[in-house]
């Protein structure tokens, strides 16, 4: 998997509750940006803003084709 903000390696972790409660469940963070996403980060952003898409930044000097980013 592929982190949707900087396209970095996403792999799986473990997440707990940091309320003190018992609850665990899985995840996945980017080892480049540190990106964490879980089954309520995905829904949260899929109510807010519709289907997940990359949330990165157009890089300055990157050719686009039509010409330089300045």
Not at 37 to 49: E, G, Y
């Amino acid at each position: 998997m592929h982190c949707l903000r900087c396209h970095g390696l996403m792999v799986s972790i473990r997440l707990e509750d940091a309320g003190g409660s018992s609850l665990r469940f899985s995840g996945w963070q980017c080892l480049m940006c540190d990106e964490v996403i879980d089954s309520v980060v995905t829904a949260n952003r899929k109510d807010l803003h519709g289907q997940p898409r990359s949330r990165s930044r157009p890089r300055y000097g990157v050719y686009q084709g039509k010409g330089f980013i300045s």
